[in-house]
């Protein structure tokens, strides 16, 4: 099922459950992410807020703190399903320590194009919602990151150039993949990345270049080596009493720019990735493509390593992933 037919799917539901419920004055939700005003992520909640606000009428206010200013990125799915704040962003990836799932799309060569990545989020969405349920909070939007890179002082001509260097990375997975790849792979927050690299405690990067920019990693490194190998993605949960507190039109109208801020994140995102390349190269970085000997070691890693994730998961979780091939046939 795809991610705007199940959306919708729910509003009915949320309609049958809402329709008791009195009419109510103007209600202000804090929001939380962990990234900055210029990232394309926090673009799109700025137009999510925007169509909440506009077709509710000004009944539905998000007030967001972005760039980790009220919640650090990583504490974000606790403070939500705590009610601590109503809203939230969080990286999917960051959990993958609760269920084998938020580790899918995080292990090299499952989705590693933008429509692998649609698919991939079509498959999981029922899944996810189940789950985020089941917890008191809801799933509202998957956003994919741009493909991924290597950031280095020195060009990468061959994946000998590669070994040894400290390599910053962000989850589990990445840090497996930096390891194999004869790397010292350390997982550090977005945050303190700027910090890490001033101290000597990294020599380089693995991600995005919307994160190249976000970092500005022209101050530190010179060369941005594209890989693609992975679209992991970020989402938007509301805990879910909080939900239920609006009347049946209001949770409409939040799903319902859900959805849209769904399917126009998979754009930006796209849109993303090639304009921050270009602005890398604006700061005097240069662009290249990986060697084939990278591309092929990294292959090689992710089919391992998909191999071990499918050890891992529950039948349930392994279902969504058969779900997910059959759909590439």
């Given at each position: ?136 909070m809801r799933l509202v939007t ?38 194999r790849l004869g790397m010292q ?43 693609g190998t992975m679209h992991n ?97």
């Open positions: 099922m795809r991610i705007g037919t199940f959306l919708k799917s729910m509003v009915f539901t949320l309609a049958a459950a809402g329709a008791s419920l009195p009419a109510q004055a103007q209600t202000t939700w804090t929001m939380a992410s962990g990234y900055p005003e210029s990232s394309f992520f926090t673009q799109n909640i700025r137009q999510f807020i925007k169509e909440v606000e506009d077709k509710s009428g000004g009944k539905l206010k998000i007030d967001l703190r972005s760039n980790d200013s009220l919640i650090k990125l990583d504490a974000i799915k606790r403070a939500v399903q705590s009610g601590q704040i109503q809203i939230g962003e969080i990286r999917l990836g960051v959990y993958g320590n609760e269920a084998a799932m938020y580790n899918l799309d995080n292990t090299p060569g499952v989705a590693v194009d933008y429509n692998q990545a649609m698919k991939l989020a079509n498959a999981q969405a029922p899944f996810f919602d189940n789950m985020f349920k089941k917890n008191g998957m956003v994919p990151w741009p493909g991924q890179g290597f950031y280095t002082k020195q060009p990468v001509n061959s994946l000998a150039d590669l070994k040894g260097q400290k390599l910053r990375i962000y989850s589990k997975q990445t840090q497996q993949l930096g390891d792979a350390l997982i550090l927050p977005f945050a303190e990345v700027p910090q890490a690299f001033s101290t000597g405690m990294i020599q380089s990067l693995w991600t995005s270049a919307q994160t190249g920019v976000d970092v500005k990693a022209w101050e530190n490194v010179k060369h941005f080596t594209y890989t993605k970020n989402a938007i949960i509301v805990n879910e009493r909080a939900l239920r507190q609006l009347d049946a039109n209001l949770q409409k109208i939040v799903l319902d720019a859900g959805n849209a801020a769904t399917l126009r994140g998979f754009e930006m995102s796209k849109k993303a990735s090639a304009d921050r390349e270009q602005t890398l190269k604006e700061n005097g970085m240069v662009i290249a493509q990986a060697p084939k000997d990278v591309l092929a070691k990294m292959d090689e890693i992710g089919k391992d390593m998909i191999a071990e994730w499918l050890a891992t998961a529950t039948p349930d979780e392994k279902a969504v992933y058969e779900t997910y091939r059959s759909s590439l046939k």
